[in-house]
């Protein structure tokens, strides 16, 4: 079970409440595909990954960083059992979408960066930071947690 | 993991032409921020009175780390002999465990995302993640 501070979790919801997850996930999955592009293995689907101006301008690939992002709005507001909110998701991503559960740090970081970027340092302070990464890095744990 | 291609390394060039004014700033931040998100990271400086991430002994050491990666630039084209002192100072007596090297090299990444978040673009955050990989895996050369 993990623990929160009341901290933590004010840290998370403004966090969170300032997040664009359309906007900002379409930039943190840009990002990870091109920042780290052996991650391009698991969208053959999306079409043209060639160039870091196709992925930039995919829209399948904008959509589907939206839907990730989205997706955290489950955990903000479970923040006591981010492991069982996604117990599913977790099978789905191991059994079926065989992903490397590595990847899911990777996007977390890509996540941190870009929220870095937009909130500057007058809001995104150390603390925060700390409290961001920290609900991050449950939501990966979670994810890899029903791999076997 | 891959060299730097002359493409990275224009990037990196570029970029840190105009990062390393603030390299002191970009030092005390990504230190205090690495010890405040990784608090297993203050085991290697128990020898200080204050480890908080905002003390002077935090400003000062992410100074004199920042400058010396700021001065990395200037040995791109042989990051292994050029940092051949600091390695063994990193091998033989800091005897720092190499994981750190990123997780530390992560929060130089933020910090820099922060106080440029036009210019960090995709391009230049691989470039510069590549970039602090390799000095991270020359400041590791004389481990063993």
Known sequence: ?148 | MTSLTPRDKDTIKAFMAKASVYAEEIGKDALCRMIAVYPQTKTYFSHWKDVSPTSGHVKKHGITIMNAVADAVSKLDDLKGGLLSLSELHAFTLRVDPANFKILSHNILVVMAILFPEEFTPEVHVSMDKFLAAVALSLAEKYR
């Not at chain 1, 403004?14 to 906007?23: C, E, L, T, Y």
């Not at chain 1, 929220?115 to 920290?134: H, L, M, N, R, Y």
């Open chain 1, 1 to 148: 079970m993990v623990e929160w501070t009341d901290k933590e979790r004010q840290a998370i919801k403004k966090v969170w409440d300032k997040i664009d997850a359309n906007k900002d996930g379409a930039e943190a999955l840009i990002r990870v595909l091109i920042v780290f592009p052996w991650t391009k293995r698991y969208f053959k689907e999306f079409g043209d990954l060639s160039t870091n101006a196709a992925i930039a301008a995919n829209a399948k690939v904008s959509a589907h960083g939206a839907r990730v992002l989205n997706e955290l709005d489950k955990a903000v507001n479970n923040l006591d059992d981010i492991k069982n909110t996604y117990s599913k998701l977790s099978v789905i991503h191991s059994e079926r979408l065989h992903v490397d559960p590595d990847n899911f740090r990777l996007l977390a970081e890509c996540i941190t960066v870009v929220v870095g970027a937009k909130f500057g340092a007058s809001v995104f302070t150390p603390d925060i930071q700390e409290a961001w990464q920290k609900f991050l890095s449950v939501v990966v744990s979670a994810l890899g947690r029903q791999y076997h």
